[in-house]
């Protein structure tokens, strides 16, 4: 059956499948058995990289308030990130073209994962993921510059002049010593 | 009478924490020269400027030139307690200004635990830090790993070398001279680097389908966080991000090399492997180590938390051994770590409390302390039961046979009952803040064994307080009590002398 609707998200493209209700990251990490087995959706960044491993490509998708506005972009700070692993059919995943993850400079192509939560599974020694069936792309990546903070630099600048003075200036007094053992 | 200290005593501290700031301005170098590659010039401005900072602080320490040249005893232990404030305190500047932290404290706060090897975090959206940022938390788990100190005596033969050796809990010295010993140290430490990296480079390309430059970065990150036993990782799910049991077994190697002495690291490279294996801290920390890992597998076994054996025993032993060495990798989210409970939870608490070895990068009570502790107990009990006049033997081998004199085995039972008040202590301050009896316990726990493992009390929103009182553990835990003391005498002296 999951190989079907793999197949059925190639051939309408890459729509995700509507077929299950939205969950948010939080809820899959606090309580992730109460989603076992279950067909869910999750909207988010995909973000760090995009792990090629033949038939499959391993991704983290983040729903927290950096999947629209990262904070070296002016992001308000809200804790921690809240991400959990996709894994996508390599071809299916490649289909979309995406150019980088969510990082430094990049806020990374906001999807929605429509798969079946698998909740430590013992096929993958234990391990929680989403196993992709479809996903529709919501946002593409998007690149950004952070400013170089001029009064910063001058000022380390300063600094290390200050510090070079004050050793020039001290150069010739005579060394101390001690021991060693 | 306690004697004031006059400022002779103030310009041999200065003198070497100078010395010591230059070393650490030597290495904030590296960050700038990563953000000037990598072209991300914000924080390449501010890397400039704690560069700057410390180069102002060694240059104005340096120049304090005391005319009693000789560092003793007290001084040294000053000197190192002061450092691992310092460094934190100036470390933290590129942090600060990079906008990931709710304030200079909570900076401050992943200063100090990335130097001190601990790895509990307040930055808040890891995932879009910059790479040199990245790299500089976990240059500062290879700096406070190896230790600042040891990076001073290596590059400046000569100073005092001794009582600061000592001072950074070190106390076995590989080879007669001290610098002799931290060039050893930093030599195992570099032939890591390279086969640690290589490994993870090739496990994180061939394993987990990274491009190689990527691979790369992500070796050399987890290896610093690894090999030094510190917890920190490039993403925010920690290993669970690789998703890839050979990455885990790859880092794992590296956090037993990290966890043994460097005493042993010197046996197992002039082939003594069988006089290691009879030393009384590998005995303990194999035994140690067994009992939580059958702990941590029972617990999760009888709690039904993974359905099948190769789950249960590759999260089991992961976690377990993450514990015991002190490194604080997880592979699962901290709320679903919290929720294990019973045997596992203290099977991982346990552990951490434990520690790896001495003079390794681990935190602690340690084996060394752990394995004397219970030749003392044993000892006792012998006395009890055996006749009177039977003489029971007080030798045991670490190294070569040694004698647990009464003065030892008192100095082993006092840091080992801090180690306990300083859990005790931080679980307390948790509780008083509403946290429940596991969940402050755990996490003062890896606050002051300096593992950071995390059950979620730990986060950008937790009372300063609490905050403080982490920091103070991680200090305290990675110093082992002495060189704070020290200060704290210091300080008093200052106040109190004549």
């Known amino acids: 059956m999951r190989r079907l609707l793999v197949l059925l998200a190639l051939v309408v493209g890459i729509g995700a499948p509507a077929l299950a209700g939205e969950v948010a990251v939080t809820d899959l990490l606090i309580d992730g058995g109460a989603f076992d087995g279950e067909l869910i959706t999750v909207q988010g960044e995909l973000v760090g990289d995009f792990q090629r491993r033949g038939e499959w490509t391993w991704v983290q998708v983040n729903d927290d308030p950096y999947a629209e506005v990262p904070v070296p972009e002016g992001g308000a700070l809200a804790g921690g990130n809240s991400g959990v692993a996709v894994r996508f059919p390599t071809v299916m995943f490649d289909a979309a073209g995406f150019e980088a993850p969510g990082a430094y400079g990049v806020r990374g192509p906001v999807v929605l994962v429509t798969g079946e939560w698998r909740y430590h599974d013992e096929d993958r020694g234990g391990e929680s993921y989403l196993d992709a069936i479809g996903f529709e792309i919501v946002e593409r990546e998007r690149r950004f510059d952070e400013e170089m903070p001029l009064g910063v630099l001058l000022a380390g600048v300063a600094l290390l002049g200050a510090g070079a003075a004050v050793r020039a200036g001290t150069r010739r007094r005579p060394k101390a010593g001690g021991d060693d053992t | ?498």
Request: with cysteine; aromatic share 10%; net charge positive.
């Open chain 2, 1 to 498: 009478m306690l004697r004031r200290p006059g400022s002779g005593d103030a310009r041999i501290i200065a003198y070497f924490l100078g010395r010591i700031c230059y070393v650490v301005a030597a290495a904030g170098v590296l960050p700038v020269i990563w953000a000037a590659v990598a072209r991300e010039w914000a924080p390449f401005a501010s890397f400039v400027l704690m560069v700057g900072v410390l180069v102002v602080f060694g240059a104005a320490g340096t120049a304090a030139k005391p005319t009693e040249p000789r560092l003793d005893w007290s001084h040294g232990m000053v000197v190192v307690a002061l450092t691992w404030l310092l460094v934190p305190l100036v470390g933290s500047i590129p942090f600060s200004l990079s906008g990931h932290f709710g304030g200079p404290l909570d900076a401050m706060f992943d200063a100090m635990s990335g130097l001190t090897t601990t790895g509990l975090s307040l930055l808040q959206d890891l995932d879009h830090l910059a790479s040199s940022l990245n790299f500089w938390r976990h240059l500062l788990h290879f700096l406070g790993g190896q230790g600042i100190v040891i990076a001073a005596l290596s590059l400046f033969a000569g100073g005092g070398g001794l009582t600061l050796y000592y001072g950074e809990a070190r106390d076995e010295r590989i080879f007669p001279s001290v610098t002799s010993t931290a060039r050893f140290i930093w030599a195992v430490s570099l032939a890591h680097l390279v086969f640690g990296v290589a490994m993870l480079a090739v496990v994180g390309i061939v394993a987990v389908g990274l491009d190689p430059m990527r691979s790369l970065f992500h070796g050399l990150l987890v290896f610093f966080a690894g090999f030094d036993t510190g917890g920190f990782a490039p993403q925010s799910t920690s290993l669970g991000y690789y998703h890839s049991a050979y990455y885990e077994a790859a880092a794992a190697v590296l956090m037993i090399a990290g966890a043994m002495s460097f005493g042993l690291h010197f046996a197992l490279w002039r082939r003594r492997r069988a006089r290691a294996l009879q030393n009384l801290e590998t005995r303990t920390i194999l035994g140690t180590f067994t009992a939580t890992l059958v702990l941590g597998i029972v617990g999760l076994a009888t709690a039904g938390v993974y359905a099948g054996v190769f789950g249960l025993t590759r999260q089991g032993l992961f976690h377990v051994l993450s514990a015991h060495t002190g490194t604080g990798f997880a592979t699962v989210p901290s709320s679903e770590l919290a929720g294990w409970g019973g045997l596992a939870f203290g099977g991982v608490a346990i552990a951490m409390a434990l520690g790896g070895m001495a003079s390794s990068t681990a935190g602690g009570v340690k084996s060394l302390r752990i394995g004397l502790t219970l030749k003392v107990l044993r000892d006792q009990v012998r006395h009890v039961l055996l006749p009177e006049r039977a003489v029971v033997s007080r030798r045991y081998h670490q190294g070569g046979t040694r004698t647990l004199t009464p003065e030892l085995a008192q100095a082993v039972m006092a840091v080992s009952l801090l180690y306990v008040a300083l859990y005790l202590f931080g679980a307390g301050v948790g509780i008083a803040y509403g946290a429940s009896l596991e969940s402050a316990l755990f996490e003062s726990v890896s606050a002051g064994a300096n593992v950071g493992l995390s059950v979620g009390l730990t986060d950008p929103s937790m009372p300063v307080l609490l905050q403080i009182t982490y920091m103070a553990q991680m200090w305290l835990g990675r110093l082992e009590f002495v060189a704070v003391f020290a200060l704290f005498g210091f300080v008093v002296s200052l106040v109190r002398g004549r």
